[in-house]
């Protein structure tokens, strides 16, 4: 599977980004996948995640109720709508493919990065 996020740039302080994740392989639509970020200096950390059904999404805390994961398996694409963009946002966003689990973790497939940078 390859993955290509694409989407980032630079926004103010309260402004919405779609990020987008194009996937490569016809097993797209049976794997998990989530959303994780890296900012300057620090770890990377999950985002968000869902189900290969879409039946089932995760939120990091922080992000809850402002980002939303969902999925079109027809196109091979995950998306991250994020609204309410603070600057602590301000991040690489990777998207990943997990074949066996919730894609929460234990990833098996990465893509590159896309940066997201958010003004105050």
């Known amino acids: 599977v390859q993955l290509q996020a694409s989407g980032g740039g630079l926004v103010q302080a309260g402004g919405s980004l779609r990020l987008s994740c194009a996937a490569s392989g016809r097993t797209f639509s049976s794997y998990a996948m989530g959303w994780f970020r890296q900012a300057p200096g620090k770890e990377r950390e999950f985002v968000a995640a869902?189900?290969?059904?879409?039946?089932?999404?995760y939120y990091a805390d922080s992000v809850k109720g402002r980002f939303t994961i969902s999925r079109d398996n027809a196109k091979n694409t995950v998306y991250l709508q994020m609204n309410s963009l603070k600057p602590e946002d301000t991040a690489v966003y990777y998207c990943a493919a997990d074949p066996s689990g919730t894609g929460r973790s234990g990833m098996d497939y990465w893509g590159k990065g896309t940066q997201v940078t958010v003004s105050s």
């Open positions: 869902i189900r290969w059904s879409g039946g089932s999404t």
